[in-house]
């Protein structure tokens, strides 16, 4: 049997009358071996059985040499590690990385593996930090495509809640979304025209339109060339000291008043001049 003359007929499977050092006793074969080719698709496990080798289809762990089925082929090993597969095409059997934008076992919730054995958030889901994402851009609190400039003064987003037209790609704001609030009364809002991706240029608002220059002792305020400009109340004739704050006089209020003023104590002095001549007549002095 087997080339040598063996004890007995030695007819059981994965055993042989050859083996090194039994030479003539039919012993099993070596896990891994199959010198007679007996075994289809595999070899012997050492203890008189066939087993399947490393990437052959398998239903359970019981018929790998392994002892692993794992995605449905024989592994080398459990396999258990996030994003990665023993039936990888070109690797079967080898527990490998799956690659990149895939999940071919749903194990990434909301994603994707990265390539590098990590669970990586989709484009358009919601995102904290650009690491979270497969894209590796998080703009306007989403996975975006790319950058999509992240300024604020622009009119490109990755999220309708910021005024894009889509979630997860950059695209042009809706037209008359704010990009620039107004710096000052008499500096412009400026909004997004909808196709630009960018802010128009800071600009002043008309000459004339009306503004507040919080100033108390001016009035009339009006826009002129980017600044709020108001007249002196004071030199147009406004109110007394006092009036909403302001510390002028209308011209020639003070005099108007003292004269008043000297013009009473005159009259009163003319009243008790002429009741104390009355009071004379009367008692014949």
Avoid at 21 to 37: N, Q, R, Y
Avoid at 152 to 179: H, L, R, T
């Amino acid at each position: 049997v087997d080339g040598v003359c063996c004890e007995n007929a030695c007819g059981e499977t994965c055993t042989a009358c050859n083996v090194a050092e039994s030479e003539g006793t039919c012993t099993l074969i070596a896990k891994g071996l199959d010198p007679g080719d007996e075994c289809a698709l595999g070899a012997c496990d050492g203890a008189g059985n066939c087993k399947l080798e490393q990437g052959q289809l398998c239903a359970s762990a019981e018929a790998c040499l392994s002892g692993s089925c794992v995605d449905g082929v024989c592994c080398e090993s459990a396999c258990g590690e996030t994003c990665k597969a023993c039936n990888v095409a070109g690797s079967e059997g080898t527990c490998t990385l799956i690659a990149k934008d895939l999940d071919p076992g749903d194990e990434c919730a909301s994603g994707a593996c990265d390539g590098a054995g990590n669970c990586k958030l989709e484009q358009g889901k919601a995102c904290a930090s650009a690491e979270a994402c497969l894209s590796s851009f998080c703009a306007d609190g989403v996975c975006c495509e790319s950058a999509c400039a992240g300024g604020e003064e622009d009119c490109q987003a990755c999220s309708q809640a910021k005024g894009g037209s889509e979630i997860g790609i950059c695209s042009p704001i809706v037209k008359g979304f704010e990009c620039r609030a107004a710096a000052g009364s008499c500096d412009a809002t400026e909004s997004c025209d909808g196709a630009s991706t960018v802010c128009p240029p800071d600009g002043a608002r008309a000459k004339g339109d009306t503004c507040d220059d919080g100033d108390a002792c001016t009035g009339s305020d009006a826009c002129l060339e980017g600044s709020c400009v108001g007249q002196d109340i004071c030199s147009q004739g406004g109110a007394d000291e006092g009036s909403s704050g302001c510390s002028c006089r209308v011209a020639g209020a003070s005099e108007r008043g003292a004269r008043a003023g000297w013009l009473g104590l005159l009259g009163l002095g003319l009243f008790g001049l002429r009741r104390r001549k009355g009071s004379r007549a009367r008692s014949g002095l």
